[in-house]
């Protein structure tokens, strides 16, 4: 069994990616640190600055990615004088600027979001997840993540009529409809890009950790044994330990030495190469 390297570096993304070979990832994901969130640890950055700040990172990780490699990013716009800033729209505008594609977005809605109260708006229980890629041509398992199709489906299967189960047409009169045949004998389904999953709770010692679920669900879809995964933000090392189960190779880079220390720490040594 081929030996699976786990590295975690410390120090400044867009300076320690700088070593990282061009092409070498296969899947970077990330959840930065949001504007003017985690000042204590990360400084906070100005939304009017956010752009700027991350664009740097952002040339580099379109350098090491390979062409067949998808990139994440876990982000969401602050709420500013009463409206939501537009940091992170005017981020992907940059972006495609750079040569990223905006191939897709998909929805964390947060199963166990803390409840408040808002003068002008309600609780806020999801975030986004934006894939950006190099290329059209990239690669993605989707088999790795279908999801049961559930009891509703057979028994919605069971009263159609065999005309029914040859074609559904659409009742709008378009002339649209689906072959309901092809769902006959299926028990697995493909998912939506809504992901509904858990906030992590266990993580004291950071502030805003991934729950494993997340990570898992993209090193699934996009990448194999063996394959890369980079986190420029690794923060508690969640996305680290996914990847050494999962039997990916990765590196994680921070910028805080106790996130680091702590980290190192809990990464398993044995078949590892600590760097």
């Avoid at 003017?36 to 952002?58: A, C, E």
């Avoid at 975030?127 to 049961?148: D, G, I």
């Amino acid at each position: 069994m081929k030996e699976i390297q786990t590295k975690i570096l410390l120090g400044d993304s867009k300076d320690i990616l700088k070593t990282i070979e061009d092409n070498s990832i296969d899947l970077i994901i990330t959840s930065p640190p949001y504007a003017d969130s985690r000042i204590k640890t990360y400084g906070g950055i100005h939304p009017n600055d956010y752009v700027k700040w991350f664009l740097p990172i952002t040339k580099e990780l379109l350098r090491v990615l390979k062409s067949t490699g998808t990139f994440i990013l876990n982000i969401k716009e602050k709420v500013v004088n009463g409206e939501r800033h537009i940091y992170v729209l005017n981020l992907i505008i940059e972006m495609r600027k750079q040569g990223w594609l905006w191939t897709e977005e998909f929805i964390w809605h947060k199963k166990n979001a803390y409840p408040g109260k808002w003068p002008n708006r309600f609780r806020d229980s999801w975030e986004r997840l934006l894939q950006f890629n190099k290329s059209k041509k990239f690669k993605m398992y989707q088999e790795e993540v279908m999801v049961p199709m559930g009891d509703w489906a057979k028994d919605r299967l069971r009263h159609l009529s065999d005309r029914d189960k040859t074609r559904d047409n659409s009742k709008s009169g378009s002339g649209f409809g689906k072959n309901v045949s092809h769902w006959l004998k299926r028990d697995k389904v493909y998912p939506t890009n809504v992901l509904h999953l858990a906030t992590e709770c266990n993580y004291k010692n950071h502030s805003a950790a991934f729950p494993e679920t997340l990570p898992e669900w993209f090193i699934k879809l996009f990448t194999l044994e063996n394959d890369w995964v980079l986190d420029p933000f690794v923060g508690s090392g969640t996305t680290l330990f996914v990847a050494q189960r999962m039997r990916r190779n990765s590196i994680g880079i921070d910028i805080v030495p106790e996130y680091y220390e702590m980290v190192k720490k809990k990464i398993n040594p044995i078949d590892n190469y600590l760097l």
